[in-house]
């Protein structure tokens, strides 16, 4: 310790050294030389770089770092890489060593692992700042979730060290170092798994939350701590004799008190006092079995408990069969104890056990040191669609810093229901999510077009929550229906992120539409639209940008008459009676030219045909008929195929004229769905009024099952005008599928 000189030094060189010793150890007696070598390195860097600094305790600040090592290897069974970064944690950011420095001497992966860590700036530096810089942070800080799982672990064994000395400073930061645990890092450390870091974490705060509740249950249950002791003895040595003489390799039994967080917890929430929380502690049985005999033991066990004591039917938690995704699986009993007390019996494997207190951590060790096969395990499946779901959140830019912590632990805090599809596949979801978050966990497609699910054989709506068990099978039809309502509807993250990703898609489409149908006014009007004249547009309307103004124009929000159009461009209107709104555009269509070019010729007499009504915008064909003259068909008429392979020589190109937007066409759409007072009229509204097309013809027909079909005959202007109609008929009900119909 050769670093460590000058006389403030003394005084703690040797528990220092002390405690080094103790890391190693932890690190196990088999590692490779030049590994120790490594570690060592790390360390005396971090002295080095720390030399002169002291904690707020006053001790040296050395012992913050080798203490976080400590907690990364001895509480949460990490390797050397992370001993190496937890030790070089703080240098990047609070000493003269550069990020190069380490890349240099320790390799890309620690660089990165540190990097990770710089990023998330200490609290202690920005408790004083305002909440969002917090979560602005805090946000960094969940984007390196995606980069290595251990930058997260390390800071949150960084944050319990923290925590644990938080004793030194000011009330006011103390506070706000324990809420922000409370409200994050704990919930943090249980989604990972981390059960005792996450149960520590919750006692700490709470201590500085609630100083004197804290010291109320601690001091109860050390005055309580005999009785209770002689309790599970009682309860524990016959279960033992049992279990044993049942053939039963019993790693341990052991009762353990609840933490003093969750009996303050549970005596706020049922409002009772400290004497009235019976299970105060759980009884936890371990087995020690083969993995193949772990889940069989497990069942063997629960019988066996359940022989010598009732137990309460509807308290048995099965989390073997599916294990929660934060890793978690073990059968929860509760049983009536001697003295008639209800108490909660925890049966697990040694395996189990070790992933419930060290979370994902243990989870891959045991996957990396097994040789039976355990490649993707449905632990391993929900952990990964969380994290992915939860990356997907982080990189919707259109979330607020804020709502995105918010929305963060809520996905950390969910309860999980287990779902099935009707092929009999598991999906996890958190407890509250809709059939439409099941529509979007199935796929985002699925999600998009989902109108409906049947839970249980049972039509649902959208909104409709979902419970455990449920068997969900999705309804959907062809087109997107995604609208900002759904934001409401849907309770995960991952769902939520979808959906505003699909509005945004959705917002560019109708720009572009709104482009294309300026375009085509101006060119009514032999006029050209460019950059110049939409910035005089965007000035007459406000609008600040392009695309705002388009995405109106396309929603029909802004009139255009032939006036306000030349009364913008400052030219004199030729005619300033006609209106020419693209509404009004469909009914003003009495034209002389044709709008069809045949090959070359522009003068060439031709009929659309009525099998397929082709419209402007449409790929099209001309054919040649005995005594009808030219028929245009669209390329994907359904007797198209025939005609191009058979009658191949009596086809002939045909193209819409590029200023041919000038005529309205006839076409048909169907529309279905659940019968609704005054949809019909709404309907029709929308075509002849709102719209201002003309209806040629028009049935509709109410089936028994409560639905209807509609047939519509209208005349349309071109191929866009077609779908900004069909996406107003399809606007007026939640439940109304509309197509172009093809014959
Ligand atoms: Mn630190």
New binding site residues.
């Given amino acids: 310790m050769a670093l460590l000189q000058g006389e403030v030094y003394e005084a703690y060189r040797s528990e220092l050294l002390k405690r080094y010793r103790i890391l190693l150890t932890s690190l196990g007696k088999d590692q490779p030389k030049d590994k120790i070598k490594t570690v060592r390195a790390a360390f005396d860097l971090a002295a080095k770089a720390h030399a002169g600094t002291l904690r707020k305790s006053g001790e040296p600040y050395i012992f ?2 080798l203490a ?1 090592a400590q907690i990364a290897v001895g509480e949460l069974g990490l390797g050397v890489t992370s001993a190496v970064c937890a030790l070089l ?2 240098v990047v950011e609070d000493t003269e060593i550069t990020l190069e420095d380490i890349e240099h001497k320790f390799g890309p992966k620690v660089a990165q692992i540190i990097d990770g ?1 710089t990023k998330i700036s ?1 609290v202690f530096e920005n408790v004083d700042k305002d909440t969002s810089i917090q979560a602005e942070n805090f946000k960094k800080m969940l984007l390196t979730l995606g980069e290595d799982l251990r930058v997260i672990l390390i800071k949150l064994c ?1 944050r319990l ?2 925590m644990r000395t938080l004793g030194s400073v000011s009330e006011n930061t103390k506070l706000k170092i324990a809420s922000e645990t409370m409200y994050i890092y704990a919930p943090l450390a249980h989604r990972l798994g981390l059960n005792a870091i996450k149960v520590e974490l919750e006692d700490l705060a709470f201590k500085f939350t609630d100083p004197l509740m804290y010291k109320d249950i601690s001091v109860k249950l050390a005055e309580t701590k005999n009785a209770r002791q002689r309790y599970i003895r009682e309860f524990i040595d016959p279960l033992k004799e049992e279990l044993e003489s049942a053939g039963l390799n019993i790693s341990e039994i052991k009762g353990r008190p609840k933490s003093i967080y969750s009996i303050a917890q549970k005596m706020q929430k049922q409002h009772i006092p400290f004497e009235e929380v019976y299970d105060g502690f759980a009884i936890r049985v371990i087995v020690d079995s083969p993995l193949h005999l772990e889940k069989a033991d497990c069942w063997k066990v629960y019988s066996i408990v359940s022989d010598m004591y009732r137990s309460h039917s509807s308290r048995l938690r099965d989390w073997l069969s599916h294990p929660k995704s934060n890793g978690y699986s073990a059968l929860h009993t509760t049983v009536l104890g001697p003295k008639g007390r209800w108490v909660e019996v925890q049966i697990r494997s040694k395996r189990m056990d070790d992933i419930a207190e060290r979370g994902l951590a243990a989870h891959w060790r045991y996957k990396a040191g097994s040789n039976e096969p355990l490649a993707n395990t449905p632990q391993d499946d929900a952990f990964d669609n969380w994290l992915n779901a939860v990356k997907e959140t982080l990189t919707n830019n259109d979330l607020s810093a804020l709502d995105l912590v918010s929305e963060f632990r809520t996905s950390l805090l969910g309860e999980e229901i287990y779902l099935f599809t009707p092929k009999g596949d598991v999906k996890a979801l958190s407890n509250g999510a809709t059939a439409l978050d099941f529509a979007f966990n199935i796929h985002t497609e699925v999600g998009k077009k989902c109108i409906g699910a049947k839970v249980n054989n049972k039509l649902v709506p959208l909104h409709h929550v979902l419970k455990n068990g449920d068997i969900v099978e999705i309804l959907t039809t062809q087109k997107d229906r995604v609208t900002r309502d759904w934001l409401e509807i849907v309770k995960t993250a991952r769902a939520k992120s979808k959906i505003r990703e699909a509005l945004k898609a959705e917002r560019t489409k109708k720009a572009t539409q709104g482009k294309l149908l300026m375009e085509r006014l101006f060119r009514k009007h032999n006029l050209v639209w460019n950059d110049q004249t939409l910035g005089k547009f965007l000035k007459h309307f406000h609008y600040h940008v392009g695309a705002e103004f388009y995405h109106s124009v396309a929603e029909g929000h802004i009139r255009l008459t032939r006036q306000i159009l030349f009364d913008i461009l400052e030219k004199k209107s030729p005619d300033s009676t006609l209106k020419i709104s693209p509404k009004s555009a469909g009914t003003a269509a009495k034209k002389k030219q044709p709008a069809i070019v045949i090959g070359e010729d522009y003068e060439l007499p031709y009929s659309l045909a009525k099998c397929c009504n082709p419209v402007p915008g449409d790929g099209i064909f001309g054919f040649v008929t005995v005594g009808e003259g030219i028929k245009i068909h669209r390329t994907n008429c359904p007797n198209a195929t025939r005609l191009l392979s058979q009658y191949g020589y009596r086809v002939i190109p045909a193209n819409w004229r590029g200023d041919g937007y000038q005529k309205s066409f006839e076409t048909m759409i169907s529309i279905r769905g659940i019968d609704d007072v005054g949809i019909v009229s709404r309907v029709t509204e929308i075509i002849s009024k709102d719209m201002e097309v003309n209806m040629r013809g028009i049935n509709i027909e109410a089936n028994d099952d409560g639905t209807f079909d509609g047939k519509i005959r209208v005349m349309i202007y071109d191929l866009l005008h077609l779908e900004q109609l069909m996406d107003k008929i399809k606007a007026t009900h939640k439940y109304i599928e509309v197509s172009r119909e093809d014959q």
């Fill in positions: 913050h770092p976080v944690h703080d860590l200490t960084d060290h923290n």
